[in-house]
């Protein structure tokens, strides 16, 4: 019998692909996939079946073209946005104009 260069179907030693833990010893199981645009995402589980099952589900729905839940990743705020609600905060609460730049609008 000459050398092997395959495991043998039914052992348990091989990886599932795109599952890990990140943290050894802990019992949470992350998936790391790449989305139909190609941006890599990652999320976690807390069994090893249920992110196998969760991968499986992820990559179908990318074969499918199906969109990912929106609840994945929030919108991105605006920088704007943060300064006119830091500005807000500012003159709400401590009533003091002289801590804003000179010349610049409320």
């Known amino acids: 019998m000459g050398p092997r260069f395959f495991e043998p179907i039914g052992t348990n030693n091989h990886r599932e692909r795109g599952i890990y833990k990140r943290i050894p010893g802990t019992d ?22 249920a992110a ?21 990743r929030a919108r991105a705020v605006r920088f704007s946005e943060v300064n006119t609600d830091a500005r807000k905060y500012v003159t ?11 010349g610049s609008p409320n």
């Open 52 to 72: 196998i099952n969760l991968y499986r589900k992820r990559k179908t729905e990318i074969l499918q073209g199906r969109n990912l839940p929106e609840t994945l």
């Open 28 to 49: 949470i199981w992350w998936i790391h996939y790449a989305d139909a645009s190609g941006r890599i995402r990652r999320e976690k589980d807390e069994t090893k079946g």
């Open 92 to 102: 709400d609460i401590t009533g003091a104009r002289r801590l804003m730049v000179p």
